[in-house]
């Protein structure tokens, strides 16, 4: 389990508002992968939740989304292939 200041909160909120509703978990959860098993500070915490952001965006932006669960991409929905049962799909 992590623990993150008021700070550091406020700093993976403010960059989770960037993100599409549908992936913040996605976000959020890239964040902590970034920074589990570490001490970090708010600069560390601040560099994952941008890198964690631009990871989302650049995989949204080539129409395929990379799902930290499974070990294969999850289409959005309306093109083949989606599974409208995924979590980070619609």
Do not use: K
Request: hydrophobic residues 45%; contains cysteine.
């Amino acid at each position: 389990m992590l623990a993150f200041t008021d700070a550091q909160l406020a700093q993976i909120r403010m960059t989770a508002t960037q993100i599409p509703r549908r992936l913040r978990d996605a976000y959020l959860q890239r964040v902590v992968q970034l920074l589990n098993g570490r001490d970090f500070g708010d600069a560390d915490v601040w560099r994952a939740a941008r890198a964690a952001a631009g990871e989302i965006m650049h995989v949204l932006g080539h129409g395929v989304l990379l799902c930290p669960r499974c070990p294969s991409p999850a289409w959005p929905t309306g093109r083949a292939g989606a599974r409208p049962d995924h979590p980070i799909s619609g």
